[in-house]
């Protein structure tokens, strides 16, 4: 089952790279007006922040809280974040030698946060009456 989490989440890796790649910078910071609605670049940021703290914690064998690098919210900046914290994410599920039940759960858990944001993002772009890449594979 875990290998299979694992192939999802590199597919939803790509996906949410699609996504960063046809928007530009005013497609990130676009709204759509319901209340309490995130923009693109706010999604992104907690999706960084999710993915370089359980990575984090997946090399630690325990959580140990939210923290995220990202910094700035442009296009380019969301591209080259998404990038480098899958990246990260992949290091780590490759160093780990041993699957603890912890780790496993660790793992469930980003792979909801990450299912979770991809919805909260095809709404949006839905929304924002923007194009949803093929590879999105729930919209």
């Known amino acids: 089952m875990r290998d299979a989490i694992i192939t999802r989440m590199k597919t939803r890796f790509e996906s949410y790279r699609d ?10 910071q676009a709204r759509i007006d319901v209340p309490k609605h995130k923009s693109l670049s706010e999604h992104i940021w907690c999706v960084v922040g999710a993915r370089e703290s359980y990575a984090k914690a997946l090399v630690d064998g325990e959580w140990a809280g939210f923290a995220c690098s990202m910094d700035s919210c442009t296009s380019s900046d969301c591209r080259q974040k ?5 990246r990260e994410v992949i290091s780590a599920i490759e160093g780990v030698s041993e699957w603890t039940d912890a780790r496993n759960d660790l793992l469930l858990a980003l792979n909801e946060h990450e299912v979770m944001h991809e919805g909260q993002i095809i709404r949006h772009l839905y929304g924002l009456e923007l194009e949803i890449p093929p590879s999105v594979s729930w919209a």
């Open 82 to 86: 998404l990038e480098s914290s899958a």
């Open 19 to 28: 996504i960063a790649n046809m928007v530009d910078d005013n497609g990130v």
